[in-house]
């Protein structure tokens, strides 16, 4: 199975995705009331460790998996070892072997997101939790992919990602924990687009980008807007998750 690598972009995640402090917090808070102090947690697809090492620093028993190294690597430096580095579709552990599970930002990267979400059932006892973003409007960083399309280039992720589980699988609670607005200059994002910081970029062809790119400096070059967002928490019960299980056997 084809995977998309976070190596090369590891050192710029962070300052691409990072919430403000104050929604994080608020974000942790609602994922802490969920859970019962020292209850054991998986983080599949933890990254830099964002939200694995903030909820060790609560309390809680953490452990993070990820495919990509550099990604691990980052997590480690900041602090956060409890890593293993495997592949989401098969995860090392016993059945049963965690209270909860996080995944977020995951699951829009794989084709074959279904068995992520079995192998999670799998090592899950109680409840599967997510951070979802919802942008009040669209983001100016969608120009890009709106120029693509122009341009007949309509490829997109290959897996369903966490808010299309929710679709699937109606989550036991949906609950909204921060509003963020969010200046940015044009520019700024536009040179983050330009390193192909996201990962619905890596697939692009050079020549494409690079007109996609430039077409988007000459018209929004200089420009400030504003980015609106809400940020939500998902939790879904563990047995919740076995239909779709079973249904994808
Ligand atoms: C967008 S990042 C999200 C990281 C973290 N959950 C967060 O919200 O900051 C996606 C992460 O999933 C990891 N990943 C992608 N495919 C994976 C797989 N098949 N198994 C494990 N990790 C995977 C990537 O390496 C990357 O670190």
Known sequence: MKRV?????????????????????????AL?????????????GSGTARFALRLSRRGFSVVGIDISEEMLGISGRKGFDRLVRADSSFLPFRDAAFDFALVVHVLHLLEDWVVTVAEIRRVLRDSLMSVVIENEAKWFGESYHDLLREHGYDKDHPGIGEKGLAERVKPRLVKGVASVTHHQTADRVMDRLDERCFSSQWEVPEELHRAVITEMREKYSGEEFENCYDVLVYVWDVGQLDELVTEAR
């Open 5 to 29: 690598s976070f190596d090369t972009i590891a050192d710029e995640y962070d300052e691409t995705r990072e919430l403000p402090e104050d929604a994080m917090n608020k974000v942790l808070d």
């Open 32 to 44: 802490c009331e969920e859970m019962p102090q020292g209850s054991s947690t998986l983080d599949i």
